[in-house]
């Protein structure tokens, strides 16, 4: 159609075609490139690398807002330090440092609050392993809080955090009758003081869920690198460098894996705690699914079924290994016996060859 236009009109100038071919494309393509790059949750920024990708394309980062329906936007923190906290050993440490704790679920979860802070900062130490701060930056808990329960920590791992941005109605500020939700990952706490609390404690549950399976994860991301190597030489036909005991250690690190990620756990079921608190429940589950736990938990049990087939493998080819030696020694000593019969047989023979020659007379 524009061209047939263009034919009808002699008047236009060189000028104006030559803008329009150099306008067309570039339209094509920042449309191209609006429908390709889809959104993320969060942005991992790389250096650049050649081999990926040739440009690099400014994504907006959704943490650079301020506020959220006209409240300020607070961080809210989930740390994992270890396998457990020993609850009894942590009120006592804020004890001694004259912070009232209150033990909020019982042998599950202590709770205080920092008053010093800036913003008012509520803190929950969570029995397995995870600290959770509402209002405090991501650095201040890993320079402060985790210092101060260090001792209460059993088994410590490799710290995993986990992010999000909340914001607090104050009384009043709500419509009547309105829960805590989560807009456009945003958590909004409303309600009573009571209520807030445990709805703090409910998301906290939920974020801690991400940064424990982060832990398993990342375990599991070591150990798949250590045994690449083996099945690279494996597909080049050298040797594989390990031995049984290796691999048995290996097979026993992903059942403990498997073992944490589905029966010692309850990252795969929802706490008993929510059982009789339907809307806690909701809170716990919405959460979840915000930060994709059961699409990671699917993945890193397929993940986990790959790698008990691959340490299944070594191990199988090990033990072929073995048998094949036994058979040769097996063999070996087969053909050392039969030349030892034959040496005997040989005497026999030589001592019934001496019997049969007549005796030699003398003269």
């Known amino acids: 159609m524009f061209r047939t236009t263009l034919r009808q009109v002699p008047n236009l100038t060189v000028l104006g075609l030559n803008f329009y071919r150099a306008c067309v494309p570039t339209l094509r393509w920042r449309r191209m490139m609006a429908t390709s790059i889809p959104s993320a949750r969060k942005v991992i920024r790389r250096a650049p690398n050649d081999s990926l990708l040739s440009q690099s394309y400014a994504i907006p980062d959704e943490r650079s807002k301020t506020s959220h329906q006209g409240l300020p936007l607070r961080p809210c923190v989930a740390v994992t330090a270890c396998e457990v906290f020993d609850l009894e050993n942590v009120r006592s440490v804020l004890s001694e440092h004259h912070i ?48 101060l329960l260090r001792s209460s920590m059993n088994t410590p791992y490799e710290i995993q955090t986990e992010d999000l941005d909340y914001i607090e109605y ?9 829960t805590s939700t989560i807009d456009h990952e945003i958590i909004c706490i409303k309600g009573e003081p009571r209520q807030k609390m445990l709805d703090k404690l409910a998301f906290s549950y939920g974020i801690s869920r991400s940064t424990r399976l982060a ?8 150990h798949i690198q250590l045994t690449r190597n083996t099945t690279e030489n494996l597909s080049q036909g050298k040797q594989l460098g390990i031995g049984a005991r290796e691999v048995l250690q ?4 992903l059942l403990l894996l498997r073992g ?12 008993d705690l929510y059982w009789t608190e339907p809307n806690l429940e909701k809170i716990y589950n919405h959460v979840s ?11 890193l049990n ?31 000593l087969i053909m050392i016996e039969v030349l030892f ?18 005796p030699v007379n003398s003269l």
Not at 215 to 222: D, I, P, Q, W, Y
Not at 260 to 271: A, G, I
Not at 312 to 317: F, K, P, T
Not at 341 to 358: G, I, L, T
Request: aromatic residues 8%.
């Open 170 to 178: 104050e009384s009043g500020q709500e419509k009547e009758g309105q």
């Open 302 to 332: 397929r993940k986990l079924d790959y790698c008990s087939d691959e340490a299944r493998a070594l191990l199988d080819i090990l033990t072929t290994r073995k048998g094949t030696r036994l058979e040769w020694i097996v063999i070996y």
């Open 100 to 147: 009232k704790a209150e033990e909020i679920v019982r042998n599950e979860a202590v709770h205080y609050q920092i008053e010093d802070a800036p913003v008012r900062t509520d803190v929950f130490v969570l029995h397995s392993g995870t600290v959770v701060s509402w209002g405090m930056p991501e650095q201040d808990v890993l320079d402060k809080v985790l210092p």
């Open 260 to 271: 944490k990620l589905n029966l010692y756990s309850e990252l795969v079921e929802t706490p």
């Open 341 to 358: 019969e034959m040496h005997h047989f040989y005497e026999r023979y030589e001592e019934h060859q001496k019997e049969k020659e007549p």
């Open 250 to 253: 290996s097979s026993g690190k």
């Open 215 to 222: 832990v398993l994860e990342s375990s599991l991301e070591k």
């Open 289 to 299: 699914r915000i930060l994709d736990v059961n699409t990671r938990i699917s993945i």
